[in-house]
């Protein structure tokens, strides 16, 4: 079956540092999809990308979708302590309306 | 408006017990998923209701798992002879296009 696979599991960086998260698919994706959980919540939708090749920034976070629609990005350039916490990504398998998780990758922010 | 709504928002029960898991969805949403989350890790895709369409209930773990939907509206899970390994957060999310919207969760613990 499907699956998606995120790296890495976890990261922990000092304010400023830039931080990336990656996400690989083991089959062509329709779409994919990007959310937060900050500790002791839910996940939050923050992006949607469907284009092959796609990029889409939302002020310091940078998303890619890849050419062959199989993996992805999330780049947080100058981290602060708001962005602490789990990115997941979320496939959604081409022809199906059922989306797959990663695992995550929490991020640790130390001021 | 009103977000997607979950209860209880805790539930202990003992082993061997059966339990149901309530969800709300964001009125309209046609959409509906429920996932389990085991501390710190990712979410498990469970079941997806889409309409009035047979629903997708590829990741139910066991037959001891079911859902349900009524009306299109709200949805139940319900977990028979419940197993100390159930114990998880159980999330629903709705929607209506891609954007998922969860809800606070149920956390459950099998004693």
């Known amino acids: 079956g499907q699956q998606v696979m995120q790296i890495p599991q976890y990261q922990h960086v000092q304010e400023g540092e830039d931080f990336t998260t990656y996400c690989n698919s083991s089959?062509?994706?329709?779409?994919i999809q990007w959310y937060k959980q900050r500790p002791g919540g839910h996940p939050v939708f923050l992006i949607q990308l469907v284009k092959s090749g796609e990029v889409k920034k939302q002020k310091r976070l940078t998303f890619q979708f890849g050419e062959a629609k199989k993996n992805s990005s999330l780049h947080i350039t100058a981290t602060q302590t708001t962005d602490v916490g789990t990115y997941f990504c979320?496939?959604?398998?081409?022809?199906?309306?059922?989306?797959?998780f990663g695992a995550g990758t929490r991020l640790f922010v130390k001021a | 408006g009103a977000g997607v709504s979950q209860s209880p928002s805790n539930k202990v029960t003992e082993k061997g017990k059966d339990v149901e898991l309530r969800c709300d969805p964001i009125s309209g949403h046609t959409a509906l998923y429920w996932y389990r989350q085991r501390l710190g890790q990712g979410l498990e895709f469970l079941i997806y209701?889409?309409?009035?369409?047979?629903?997708?209930k590829s990741g139910l773990p066991s037959d001891r798992f079911s859902a349900e939907r009524t009306g299109g509206s709200v949805s139940t899970l319900t977990i028979q002879r419940t197993q100390q390994e159930d114990s998880a957060v159980y999330l629903c999310?709705?929607?209506?296009?891609?954007?998922?919207?969860f809800g606070p969760g149920t956390r459950l613990t099998v004693t």
């Open positions: 999310a709705s929607s209506l296009y891609y954007e998922q919207y």
């Open positions: 209701f889409q309409g009035n369409s047979a629903p997708d």
């Open positions: 089959t062509t994706l329709s779409n």
């Open positions: 979320a496939g959604r398998q081409t022809g199906g309306f059922k989306t797959i």
